[in-house]
């Protein structure tokens, strides 16, 4: 944790351009954030022109409000206007809420892979994709 969200750590994110960042906000208090990138292959899908969902997070206080489905929109949206052909993300094999909130907006589990938590822990998740092409996500 103190390597991945120290202040150096956090302020090279932020200057990367490749990120993509977007803040949802209620009732002018910052409630959540999402991190995406365009155009990020992954060697299980096949599609191109694929967006990647890095990051969506929204604090525990705002949960109940559909923010979440909000900022999510607004990614796909995003990433349709930028000529993407789909999303995809990572998601933890356990996270059953997550994945139920991903297969409501049309993504679906692709393979499954580990996520290296550690130089020596891994964690089974999910490669979840969306393809816009064979979705109605308005």
């Given at each position: 944790?103190?390597?991945?969200y ?6 090279k ?33 096949a ?25 999510l ?9 930028r ?8 998601v933890?094999v ?33 490669i ?11």
């Amino acid at each position: 944790m103190k390597k991945a969200y120290n202040l150096d750590a956090i302020k090279k994110e932020l200057a990367n351009p490749v990120n993509i960042y977007h803040i949802i906000e209620h009732e002018a208090t910052a409630a959540g954030f999402s991190k995406m990138a365009l155009t990020m292959n992954h060697p299980a899908i096949a599609l191109e022109r694929v967006s990647k969902m890095d990051q969506i997070y929204l604090l525990d206080s705002f949960h109940g409000l559909k923010l979440g489905a909000k900022l999510l929109r607004h990614n796909i949206d995003y990433s349709k206007s930028r000529g993407q052909n789909g999303m995809w993300l990572v998601v933890w094999v356990g996270n059953t809420t997550a994945i139920s909130f991903y297969e409501k907006f049309g993504f679906r589990i692709v393979v499954t892979d580990q996520f290296h938590l550690t130089d020596t822990h891994l964690s089974p998740c999910y490669i979840m994709l969306l393809e816009y092409a064979n979705n109605n996500v308005q």
